[in-house]
């Protein structure tokens, strides 16, 4: 995939930078956003987050903190001084795992899939939909919506964690510390995934600690980010650090994964993506 030059990401991306920029209508046709809060296909997306949405990211956030504060506990109780570089090495490992498991799972939702679908398309793929066609409207969300998904998914490892340190005796709880303390990390680096991807869609306002680390590229740059909202939005998925997007952009490997599951089902990459995006009322 050829690299985007500077002037296609500018005429082909909404002018995130730029607070009167942010509804850009299609030249000649003044009743039509081509992004925004006012294009048609973003009003209708938006309306469709309901109060049962809300309620699951609620219960989400709520049992996945009590989960952190547990283990976390569970943790500084059973930790020995000589396993501190190991955990040094659970870190960066959860930082990289977390960072593909965000591109994963961004590709997955951005190039497959339909809002029609049963439950899964509403509550899930619906603020992907969104996203792309009013990229700024997650900076209009709150910590509930902006997080509650991202918490949702560490869960599982969270109440594994847990189980662990209920069940298991201090001997079986050192044999498993190092793995316990990469689950955790991991957990820790995914629920803050899309909190780092809504930095780097604010551009007014951030703490000088958040465009430190966006500018030292610890966490997700802003113009690093802006990559992947050029249409048709089919690289640079990667939104914890995005480390990962460039050697992955190298190899091919979303276009090779797409090119295998469009060969085996037929099914086209981001058909569902484009309806939303050519919606006029």
Not at 172 to 194: D, G, H, K, P, R
Not at 256 to 270: A, D, H, L, M, S
Request: with cysteine; hydrophobic share 40%.
């Amino acid at each position: 995939m050829a690299q985007k030059t500077e002037e296609e990401i500018l005429r082909n991306s909404m002018p995130e930078d730029d607070p009167n920029g942010n509804s850009n209508f299609v030249r000649g046709e003044e009743s039509s956003a081509r992004w925004g809060p006012q294009h048609a296909g973003a009003k209708e997306l938006a309306s469709q987050y309901t109060a049962g949405k809300r309620f699951q990211e609620i219960l989400c956030l709520v049992l996945a903190i009590g989960l952190m504060v547990f283990n976390f506990y569970h943790l500084c109780v059973n930790f020995q001084s000589e396993n501190w570089y190991y955990i040094l090495g659970a870190a960066l490992l959860g930082i990289l795992t977390a960072d593909f498991m965000s591109g994963l799972v961004h590709w997955g939702a951005d190039t497959w899939g339909s809002v029609d679908l049963p439950i899964f398309g509403k509550a899930f793929i619906r603020p992907f939909r969104e996203h792309h066609i009013d990229p700024t409207s997650i900076t209009r969300h709150d910590f509930i919506e902006t997080n509650g998904d991202n918490f949702a998914v560490t869960l599982f490892g969270l109440a594994s964690i847990a189980y662990r340190f209920v069940t298991y005796t201090p001997e079986e709880i050192q044999a498993t510390y190092n793995w316990q303390c990469y689950v955790f990390l991991l957990a820790i680096f995914v629920s803050v995934t899309n909190q780092c991807h809504k930095w780097s869609h604010t551009y007014f306002g951030l703490p000088v600690y958040i465009t430190v680390l966006q500018d030292l590229h610890i966490i997700l740059p802003r113009q690093h980010h802006r990559i992947h909202h050029v249409s048709p939005h089919d690289t640079y998925y990667c939104i914890t650090t995005g480390w990962l997007n460039y050697p992955l952009e190298k190899i091919n490997f979303w276009p090779i994964c797409e090119n295998i599951i469009e060969t085996v089902t037929g099914y086209k990459p981001r058909s569902d993506d484009m309806k939303w995006a050519k919606k006029t009322q």
